[in-house]
């Protein structure tokens, strides 16, 4: 049996928990369900996060995903004889992930941050402390209605031991020594932000997180959500960085096409030296 708190009165920052619950005015007249979601929440998802990223000066948007287990099943039946959009599904339409996981490992973090950032390796390697520019990644999760049903519930990093169970990306082995949060009642308009990578090891860099199934809520509507990964930068040097920001769709990336899967664990290593776990890097 796991208990699972309810963090509405508990304070959580993001740099401590990993989590942050936060609200946007404007998500309650959300463009939803039309094709304008994309660009409307993406936007919303970068103006969360640089509030609730302490220090950040820029946030891009790199990912985009709604949740919805009704949307997913009319997908299928519309795309039953086509291929190519059948494939689609689960990349940027899927139900809600009833998975203990964490989306990035260390190694899948930076380096899915230097092919955001081509500059990072010369920025981040020449600075005397890590805390002087970082980068980091975070999600928007941002739900369409009230929840009523598989909310979302999230690990507090300090219940965690991030050097032995964020080795597998999307997989995390159990413990009793992790904590358990979830924000009862979530409606549109509000929307939690948590860590899936920092370059900072002073501040909370992962969260691990799952939908969980609420007692006697069967018979509620599935719940709907949509959740942008950002990129945020910050520091001395976060304009720099942001200049030489590259999404992974542009042109510039034609030669290394985005990854069809969400998780990155097969990317090449290309950090070129920006050893986390040698101590001599700073």
């Known amino acids: 049996e796991v208990k699972i708190f309810d963090g509405r009165q508990a304070g959580h920052r993001l740099d401590e928990s990993g989590f942050e619950l936060s609200s946007d005015k404007d998500l309650v007249s959300a463009p939803w369900p039309t094709p304008a979601a994309a660009d409307f ?7 969360i996060a ?19 287990t009704r949307l997913v099943e009319e997908a299928k039946a519309n795309a039953v004889d086509d291929p190519e959009t059948a494939e689609k599904i689960g990349h940027s339409l899927s139900g809600p992930a009833q998975r203990v996981h964490c989306d990035h490992t260390e190694q899948t973090g930076w380096t899915l941050c230097a092919r955001l950032l081509p500059a990072m390796k010369k920025v ?41 169970e964020y080795a597998l990306p999307l997989s995390t ?67 720099e960085l942001a200049a030489c920001f ?17 998780n990155f664990a097969w990317w090449p290593d290309v950090r070129d030296g920006l050893d986390e776990n040698d101590p001599s890097r700073w």
Request: aromatic share 10%; glycine share 4%.
């Open 41 to 47: 929440h993406s936007a919303a998802a970068c103006r």
């Open 173 to 239: 082995p159990f413990s009793q020594a992790h904590k358990w949060w979830y924000f009862s009642d979530m409606d549109c308009g509000e929307a939690i932000v948590f860590k899936q990578f920092d370059s900072r090891r002073s501040v909370a860099r992962f969260a691990i997180h799952t939908a969980f199934n609420l007692p006697d809520a069967f018979d509620q509507p599935p719940r709907e959500s949509i959740e942008v990964r950002c990129l945020c930068i910050g520091g001395d040097s976060a304009d």
């Open 50 to 68: 640089q509030t609730v990223v302490p220090g950040c000066c820029h946030a891009f948007p790199i990912s985009f995903m709604v949740r919805s």
């Open 124 to 164: 981040l390697g020449n600075q005397k402390s890590e805390d002087q520019t970082f980068v980091s990644i975070v999600n928007v999760w941002m739900p369409l209605s009230s929840v009523r049903r598989d909310p979302l519930c999230l690990a507090d990093f300090r219940s965690s031991d991030p050097y032995s």
């Open 246 to 262: 590259r999404a992974l769709d542009s042109e510039s990336a034609e030669k290394s096409p985005p990854p069809r899967s969400r």
